[in-house]
């Protein structure tokens, strides 16, 4: 790692979440360096979701608290400001499962709202923004159609436009492949490739274990609300050390 990519970038501390007396992360700590690529793995109901949900406070934690760039990102953890919220989602991009763009709207006057709300941009600015991202994400022709005129495939490629809009410093992907054929996913994961390497930070949730081996620096297997285990990809997968994860991996590889 050169002195940028060892600079932490996000750090999660101790973040912890119950649902009445249901403890789904007990105690997670995470450092995230400048332009690192974290998979995040596991079986359902292991937290990753809800962890990532935690890291821009669409799920706020029980107890814990995050750092973005050395600096606490909230004066009260438990009680953040609305102009603090704005601001950690402007830093922090999200991509879902599900692609929550505006039905009513055309693909690139959903990708200028996000700007508008957000008080990145507006105007003619936006828009420019906004069509050079649509390039960037191998759409320029989809400008003007309705989010139901375009694939699955394509209104995910659309969402991270969207996300990408505001210039995060982080993207946090859930599952955003998950609702997808293989073959439409292909085009989605290509983006994220692409934005890998251009040194974009990044923390995916995913299932697709070839993704998570061929491009990240760093995968992390959660289990019952903890990182069970966590490594370069080369070793977690060829050589895991907890039998938890050997079992996982032997579950979903050899499907």
Do not use: W
């Not at 609300?225 to 070793?235: N, R, T, V």
């Not at 907890?242 to 991996?249: A, D, G, I, Q, V």
């Amino acid at each position: 790692m050169d002195d940028a990519q060892n600079q932490v970038l996000l750090r999660a501390d101790n973040i912890q979440k119950t649902y009445g007396e249901n403890e789904v992360l007990k105690g997670l700590s995470l450092d995230v360096h400048s332009g690192e690529v974290i998979a995040l793995i596991g079986p359902s109901g292991a937290g990753k979701s809800t962890f990532l949900r935690c890291l821009n406070y669409l799920e706020r934690p029980t107890n814990g608290q995050l750092i973005l760039n050395g600096q606490p990102v909230f004066k009260d953890p438990l009680n953040p400001t609305k102009e603090e919220l704005i601001q950690l989602r402007r830093r922090v991009g999200m991509v879902f499962q599900s692609f929550n763009l505006f039905p009513h709207l055309s693909v690139l006057k959903n990708i200028v709202l996000a700007q508008k709300l957000n008080g990145k941009r507006s105007g003619p600015e936006a828009e420019v923004v906004a069509r050079n991202l649509l390039e960037k994400v191998g759409l320029p022709d989809k400008a003007d159609a309705k989010p139901s005129e375009c694939s699955g495939g394509q209104q995910q490629r659309i969402a991270i436009a969207r996300a990408l809009a505001l210039d995060p410093e982080v993207m946090l992907f859930d599952e955003p492949t998950s609702a997808l054929d293989p073959e439409i996913a292909d085009g989605v994961l290509k983006v994220m490739r692409d934005l890998a390497d251009t040194g974009m930070t990044m923390i995916v949730v995913t299932h697709e274990m070839k993704f998570a081996e061929r491009v990240a620096d760093r995968v992390m297997l959660l289990d019952r609300g903890l990182i069970l285990e966590e490594g370069p990809p080369e070793q977690l997968f060829k050589n895991p050390k907890e039998e938890r994860t050997k079992s996982f991996l032997q579950a979903v590889l050899n499907r």
